[in-house]
């Protein structure tokens, strides 16, 4: 579809600017750059996006010989190998490759702008309902950098609501999670008229289809009835997680055992076998009286969506609750972005320390980002309190370690399988399956083998 510009005006229409294409924008003209950028920017307000000047070229008389404009979040950062010898922290990046772009050359002939390239922005999906007399019941919207997030950090989703804490006393939905620098990643969002199952339903379904029917690994949410049935329906093969912090919340207010509402949180987050978890459960609800209580018998029959127990091995990101979502809801409700100003205020130094696992580290540092980089790094520096009691090899190439807990209060056993040449590295923690990252117990086999990238 093309586009028929009125080049002695500077502003356009939304319906106009929504049906711009590639082609269609080719060859059109303007009678001056100034109209032409003017253009541009009326078009980036209704598609939804923010324009930056990144090119131009003048003659010798001052005469602009072509000019061009892009999307905000354009491009890349250059990566920098040596990103070790950084001193000052990177600034937030919102640069996502996003290929919107607008150019014009003056074609010397009649001293017109002529359109010489036009990439449209990433789509942005709106769905809507109305009830009988028009009015608003269900809002859903995505725009083309949620989509783009998704596409690369959408394994695990967050999905949680607020019951009618905006202007419009709707039901707030969003869906996010954390990106490679653990920065919150805003996937779209959504206002309701009611939290039904239908509700529910009818969201998940648009939001699926606006990413391309792209299933996530993990859903994460609270205990609401309504979301599990219709998470059953649209994600019937994904791993239901509900939010630790809520659960933790729900205890306290359910069960009033103090000393049971006190020890709850380990039985979600604590590093048990199936078999450790059972025991100890039997044990604590026994002490404390609770073996009866319809909260905790509901709870423990859902054990498989909370208990880190049985949902280890599973990716999670390093997510277990849905408190992201609770803060970007209250930044929303006070309309500002304190998180941003926040990290633009931080520009302290960092210092790598060096380990005899230094060499492992330098290499790690280019996989991954600063942020989980510094979750890795604290795996090395607990790497001491292991150790190895038993090793074990075949071929010389495959070991297997038993380990320990140095600190006797804490002391659990645990097995690890390495293989430096077929790529394998196992642990029975399952922190690099669960979370992404290696876990102490693989940094103690790498020096035990002496292994140094």
């Known amino acids: 579809t093309g586009v028929n510009l009125d080049i002695e005006s500077d502003q356009q229409t939304p319906d106009q600017c929504q049906n711009v294409c590639n082609d269609g924008m080719l060859n059109n003209k303007f009678l001056?750059?100034?109209?032409?950028?003017?253009?541009?920017?009326?078009?980036?307000?209704?598609?939804?996006?923010?324009?930056?000047?990144?090119?131009?070229?003048?003659?010798?008389?001052?005469?602009?010989?072509?000019?061009?404009?892009?999307?905000?979040?354009?491009?890349?950062?250059r990566i920098i190998s040596e990103g070790h010898q950084r001193v000052r922290r990177e600034k937030p990046n919102n640069r996502c490759g996003c290929p919107a772009k607008f150019c014009v050359a003056r074609d010397i002939r009649d001293g017109l702008y002529r359109v010489t390239n036009f990439k449209i922005h990433w789509r942005m999906v709106v769905e809507t309902t109305?009830?009988?007399?028009?009015?608003?019941?269900?809002?859903?919207?995505?725009?083309?950098?949620?989509?783009?997030?998704?596409?690369?950090?959408?394994?695990?989703?967050?999905?949680?609501?607020?019951?009618?804490?905006?202007?419009?006393?709707?039901?707030?939905?969003?869906?996010?999670?954390?990106?490679?620098?653990?920065?919150?990643?805003?996937?779209?969002?959504?206002?309701?008229?009611?939290?039904?199952?239908?509700?529910?339903?009818?969201?998940?379904?648009?939001?699926?289809?606006?990413?391309?029917?792209?299933?996530?690994?993990?859903?994460?949410?609270?205990?609401?009835?309504?979301?599990r049935s219709a998470i059953i329906k649209v994600f019937p093969e994904v791993k239901h997680r509900l939010c630790a912090l809520h659960l933790e919340r729900n205890c306290a207010q359910r069960v009033k055992a103090h000393g049971f509402c006190k020890i709850f949180g380990k039985f979600i987050m604590k590093n048990w076998t199936p078999n450790d978890f059972e025991s100890e459960w039997e044990l604590q609800i026994n002490r404390h009286g609770v073996a009866d209580n319809t909260w905790v018998k509901d709870t423990y029959k859902r054990?498989?969506?909370?208990?880190?127990?049985?949902?280890?091995?599973?990716?999670?990101?390093?997510?277990?609750?849905?408190?992201?979502?609770?803060?970007?809801?209250?930044?929303?409700?006070?309309?500002?972005?304190?998180?941003?100003?926040?990290?633009?205020?931080?520009?302290?130094?960092?210092?790598?320390?060096?380990t005899p696992l230094h060499g492992i580290l330098v290499q790690l540092f280019g996989l991954y980002t600063r942020s989980v980089?510094?979750?890795?790094?604290?795996?090395?520096?607990?790497?001491?309190?292991?150790?190895?009691?038993?090793?074990?090899?075949?071929?010389?190439?495959?070991?297997?370690?038993?380990?320990?807990?140095?600190?006797?209060?804490?002391?659990?056993?645990?097995?690890v399988k390495v293989n430096i040449n077929e790529g394998i590295f196992k642990c029975d923690c399952k922190m690099l399956e669960?979370?992404?990252?290696?876990?102490?117990?693989?940094?103690?086999?790498?020096?035990?083998?002496?292994?140094?990238?």
């Open 32 to 77: 001056t750059w100034e109209l032409a950028e003017k253009w541009y920017i009326d078009y980036a307000r209704n598609v939804g996006f923010d324009v930056r000047r990144c090119c131009c070229k003048t003659s010798k008389d001052g005469i602009v010989k072509n000019k061009q404009w892009e999307c905000s979040n354009a491009g890349y950062r």
């Open 434 to 453: 669960t979370d992404g990252i290696l876990c102490i117990h693989l940094f103690t086999a790498f020096k035990y083998l002496h292994v140094q990238k």
């Open 303 to 354: 054990k498989h969506q909370w208990c880190d127990a049985y949902l280890r091995g599973n990716f999670m990101g390093m997510t277990r609750t849905t408190q992201r979502a609770e803060f970007v809801n209250a930044l929303f409700k006070q309309g500002e972005n304190r998180a941003a100003l926040l990290r633009s205020s931080l520009k302290t130094s960092i210092i790598l320390w060096v």
């Open 130 to 227: 109305c009830d009988d007399e028009g009015g608003l019941t269900k809002f859903f919207w995505s725009d083309g950098f949620s989509q783009s997030a998704y596409e690369q950090f959408g394994d695990v989703l967050i999905f949680d609501s607020t019951y009618k804490t905006n202007t419009y006393k709707f039901p707030l939905v969003i869906f996010l999670e954390i990106d490679n620098h653990l920065n919150t990643t805003i996937f779209g969002g959504a206002l309701l008229h009611n939290e039904t199952s239908e509700s529910y339903l009818w969201l998940l379904k648009k939001f699926l289809a606006a990413m391309k029917s792209k299933m996530p690994a993990t859903v994460v949410t609270d205990q609401d009835d309504a979301m």
């Open 373 to 415: 980089f510094g979750k890795v790094r604290r795996e090395v520096d607990c790497e001491q309190n292991n150790i190895v009691i038993e090793k074990r090899t075949d071929d010389g190439e495959s070991y297997v370690f038993q380990m320990e807990n140095y600190d006797p209060t804490t002391k659990r056993e645990w097995s």
